[in-house]
T-cell receptor, first 110, second 117 residues
Framework: QKEVEQDPGPLSVPEGAIVSLNCTYS??????FMWYRQYSRKGPELLMY????GNKEDGRFTAQVDKSSKYISLFIRDSQPSDSATYLC??????????FGPGTRLSVLP | NAGVMQNPRHLVRRRGQEARLRCSPM?????VYWYRQLPEEGLKFMVY????????ESGMPKERFSAEFPKEGPSILRIQQVVRGDSAAYFC???????????????FGPGTRLTVL
């Protein structure tokens, strides 16, 4: 079992839809959880950063962490064609290196 | 405020040649991380450096790969005698503090795409 699993997609949605992106993980020691967005042939860009369980909202984006289920989510409301990218989850605990999921490719159709 | 800089953006090498990838961290950042990304795969950690120190190279292949972050100048990832399997995107990230000790977020450069012919 991989340390972090993520559905690779591609996920295609119409403009304006609510998008749900998810990661599961196996290491219960992870404490910090991040979502990165990566446009084609670009570097990953940090979107959201959360500590432990709970929700965090930033504009159209909401990050959710459920440590009991080892499951994290990123919701995108009112999705736009400019949201089309690959979304990578990442997680870390003290003394360890970041571990990234393989990414989910999202396509928002106009 | 310039972000993380990487050069070259694209690098083509023939098998057996050397590849040198450069990374200048964000201003004020003294921690540098190198990752490799293969198509349809996530970012794989390679090495973590601070100025003049290699902190963790557990993700680096044992042979042909080396990294440094000198007191002055950019961090360098060096691949000797490249093979076709080295073709990938190599990303550098930097953080103000140690991501391992403080979970500081990492900021990524645009990457260097290495193609080995």
């Amino acid at each position: 079992q991989k340390e972090v699993e993520q559905d690779p997609g591609p996920l295609s949605v119409p403009e304006g839809a609510i998008v749900s992106l998810n990661c599961t993980y196996s290491n219960s020691a992870f404490q910090y959880f991040m979502w990165y967005r990566q446009y084609s042939r670009k570097g990953p860009e940090l979107l959201m950063y959360t500590y432990s369980s709970g929700n965090k909202e930033d504009g159209r984006f909401t990050a959710q962490v459920d440590k009991s289920s080892k499951y994290i989510s990123l919701f995108i409301r009112d999705s736009q064609p400019s949201d089309s990218a690959t979304y990578l989850c990442a997680m870390v605990t003290y003394g360890q290196n970041f571990v990234f999921g393989p990414g989910t490719r999202l396509s928002v159709l106009p | 405020n310039a972000g993380v800089m990487q050069n070259p953006r694209h690098l083509v090498r023939r098998r057996g040649q050397e590849a040198r990838l450069r990374c200048s961290p964000m201003k004020g950042h003294s921690h540098v991380y190198w990752y490799r990304q293969l198509p349809e795969e996530g970012l794989k950690f390679m090495v973590y450096l601070q100025k003049e120190n290699i902190i963790d190279e557990s993700g680096m292949p044992k042979e042909r790969f080396s990294a440094e972050f000198p007191k002055e100048g950019p961090s360098i990832l060096r691949i000797q005698q490249v093979v076709r399997g080295d073709s990938a995107a190599y990303f550098c990230a930097s953080s103000p503090g140690s991501s391992r000790e403080w979970a500081d977020t990492q900021y990524f450069g645009p990457g260097t795409r290495l193609t080995v012919l």
